[in-house]
């Protein structure tokens, strides 16, 4: 069957599931209802709306809110319990205090229907260390923000102990940042050897676009242009390459891109150089020694995912463990001392023993950092949109699956020192990075804090100015690869826009 018709077919398929329909009497908090419906009911379609019309899906289960002068009335409906009421008041009539309200409200209605609790409790956003970084700025105790994400959220002591001490170690690292006259520098190359199955990302197959990334550097040039006529002033903390997989440039295109950003930005501020390496069938000594050329480049990562085979081959990974091995080992033999490798858990099949194995290889090779994340079904990815072809695949991830890779991050002289979360993640739970004292990735927190300016080049790349009051602005370029070469001057006008308004 052609690919296109397949995913068609898998577009039908997953609009004939069960669907829990949320009717609302006022558009209002339509992202944070939908997080945490879904967060309790994972397999289901959920829909959210003001609007009233009829499902087009069968509809398992029927929620009404109904938003009023300091009260929300909220019913459920389904064959099991029947009906259930539930009338929320609300502190004041401050929005902040009203979508909290309804939050705790929904999540305590919630755990009454499923019988079961969330390690994060009604929290949706994607960066909880912010509330305890906040608090820690404010002068609170580490006893009175426990207090406070307890009561205001109900989340779970261990969550709350994490995202205080994740919350103090950034505050140290961030520390040495110039945030009133330095920026970081986003570079995307979005080509891939292959589209892994879980992926949403900006990426590409390289195979169809290989002849057309020397004219993709044409245009990143031309936004490098850019960048060193109004940041050439400012002092650049650090810089990172992802993607995509960055090291589908071949060794002559990774030596020139590298060299175009040398050649137009002064380096005496920069704190950190990350390549994102990535997929180990994109790597070869000729690449990393290209890199390794440019001496300002401190940090790559080589990420494996998993170290079970059967799983590569799943989730569309054409490289095996032997490969991740081999590639890591030829970067530390080439020079690089600052590695970070990836892992995923909660991947189709995987289980606990899977992810104690993984971490076993993984501290055979002992890298300097180690970036754990639990899968995220996104909306775009295959694996979502085809999910019944992989029904046979089990989606597993619990507690004893973090405490499994906590463990052996710490066995390896780690600390956890950055934390997100992400929509629709399985099991509710967050992606950790580890990294030996010294060895963390500054860019990682950065794009989670959002305590300094960034500026993005390259398709699907976001930029985001951060004011001294903190507001933030942003400006997207195109994510369609053909689309950013064809405008690129709109891609800088933009740019000009957002950072010389």
């Known amino acids: ?190 080509f891939c050897p292959s589209t892994c199955l879980y992926c949403s990302f900006t990426s590409y197959p390289l195979g169809a676009w290989k002849n057309q990334v020397d004219t993709y550097l044409d245009a990143l040039e031309r936004e490098l242009d850019y960048a060193k006529e109004t940041f050439g002033g400012k002092k650049l903390n650090s810089i990172y390459i992802g993607g995509g997989t960055p090291t589908t440039l071949e060794p002559e295109q990774m030596d020139r891109l590298l060299t175009m950003i040398e050649e137009r930005f002064d380096f005496s501020h920069l704190l950190e150089f990350t390549v994102e390496a990535g997929r180990p069938d994109s790597i070869t000594r000729e690449k ?45 033999e080439v020079g690089f001392t600052n590695i970070n490798m990836d892992l995923i858990l909660g991947l189709p099949g995987e289980t606990l023993d899977d992810v104690k194995q993984t971490m076993e290889r993984i501290q055979e090779l002992h890298p300097d950092n180690l970036t754990v994340h639990s899968l995220a079904l996104k909306r775009a990815a295959r ?35 950055y934390l997100y979360r992400q929509k629709n993640m399985a099991g509710n739970f967050e992606n950790v990075g580890y990294g030996l004292p010294g060895k963390e990735g500054i860019y990682n927190i950065l794009i989670m804090e959002e305590k300094q300016t960034i500026l993005a080049l390259g398709a699907g790349s976001i930029s985001k100015r951060v004011y001294p009051d903190g507001r933030i602005e942003r400006c997207e370029n195109v994510k369609d690869v053909a689309q950013y070469m064809e405008r690129i001057d709109e891609m800088i006008e933009r740019k000009r826009k957002l950072f010389e308004g």
Not at 144 to 159: C, G, P, R
Not at 168 to 184: C, I, N, Q, T
């Open 383 to 417: 694996l979502n949109i085809c999910r019944d072809e992989y029904k046979d695949f089990k989606i597993e991830i619990t507690p004893e699956h973090g405490h499994v890779t906590e463990a052996g991050a710490h066995a390896m002289g780690m600390v956890p020192y």
């Open 288 to 332: 990393l020694l290209a890199i390794k050329a440019h001496p300002a480049v401190d940090r790559i990562s080589v990420n494996p995912q998993t170290m079970k085979d059967e799983t590569l081959k799943v989730i569309g990974r054409h490289h095996t463990v032997a490969q991740t091995v081999e590639s890591f080992q030829l970067a530390r």
């Open 1 to 190: 069957m052609p690919r296109a018709t397949e995913y068609r077919k898998c577009r039908r398929a997953l609009k004939e599931r069960n669907m829990i329909q949320v009717q609302l009497n006022k558009a209002d908090f339509e992202y944070d209802i939908h997080s945490l419906v879904k967060a309790f009911f994972p397999s289901e379609n959920v829909s959210v709306s003001a609007e009233k019309k009829e499902p087009e899906e069968p509809v398992s289960a029927h929620m009404d809110i109904d938003f009023h002068d300091r009260v929300i009335n909220v019913s459920w409906q389904d064959e099991v319990h029947g009906e259930i009421k539930k009338q929320i008041p609300c502190s004041s009539e401050d929005r902040l205090d009203v979508k909290n309200d309804l939050k705790i409200g929904l999540y305590d209605m919630l755990v009454k229907i499923t019988g079961q609790e969330l390690p994060w409790g009604s929290l949706t956003g994607i960066r909880p260390t912010k509330i305890p970084m906040q608090l820690l700025e404010q002068g609170k105790t580490e006893e009175e923000i426990t207090a406070h994400m307890k009561e205001q959220y109900h989340a779970s002591d261990e969550k709350i102990a994490l995202a205080i001490d994740i919350a103090k170690r950034e505050r140290a690292l961030l520390s040495k940042l110039d945030y009133k006259d330095g920026f970081s520098l986003y570079v995307g190359i979005p």
